[in-house]
């Protein structure tokens, strides 16, 4: 009797030991789950709240106190030319940016690498220093550069600013797929006599392609959402950073609202198209 209670005792005592165990080996998933959940509501709260308020028939963008369900602030979007003005003035700068930092980027990285690696570290803290320049400090400086050459603010300005420091971003996207090229490649296709122009164009172009259109969509945004550097060099123009900054300070309507709604459906449309581009890619590359 007493070995059975002894066993039973033992028997119990490994339960809750496993249970212990598997607790404790569950924990930093659980912690680490709790995280995520957290950390993504703080990223999306701000954008789902956002995105409501354009709905609510309140002038202020705010979600409290809800007052309606409306429609008419899309109606007030497509009416408010200012606004569509701003935006075209931003995509038209922001390709023009990409023109410049593309090409820029990449002879920079190309470059870059084929330096030794002492002169190498001194060209890239210099060709990186324009991202740790507070962009203040870029507007202004190209400000008063072009200023001493007779160029006043507006769009052009406004371009080569911002290139000036984009074209570090395109830089080391670049760097960083070229880090992994087989140089062998290049060596083998030049020993069947081809050209330094052919190498480019039919080995290393089409293996940086996923890193300059990274480069690309990067330099997009970095442009596109500009406020700092731009305030400086804009003149009499006015990009959407700026025109909604100026609303915020005359009146904020949930206009704006509607139009972060629609680019925000925008760019969620475009990446559901790049990932199902990037699987039909895969699908007919053969294993």
Known sequence: MTAQIELEGATRSRVGLDWVAKAAALLPRIVFAGYMILFFTYLFLPLVVMGAATFNTSKFPTVT?????????FAALWADHAMWRALGLSLLIALAVIAIALPAGTAAALFLTSLQPRARTFFYALMV????????AIGIATLVLWHQLGVGGGTFLIVLAQASFITSYVMLMVVARLQRFDRVQEEAAAGLG?????????ILLPYLRPALLA??????????ENYNTTLFVRGTETPLTVYIATKVRTGLTPTVNALGLILIGLTILAAIAVEINRRRSTARTPA
């Open 129 to 136: 220093s324009p991202l740790l320049t507070p962009g203040v």
């Open 65 to 73: 106190p809800w007052l309606g369900t409306t429609l008419d602030w």
């Open 215 to 224: 480069g690309a969509f990067i330099a997009f945004l970095q442009s596109f």
């Open 194 to 202: 081809a050209s330094r122009f052919m190498i480019f164009r039919r």
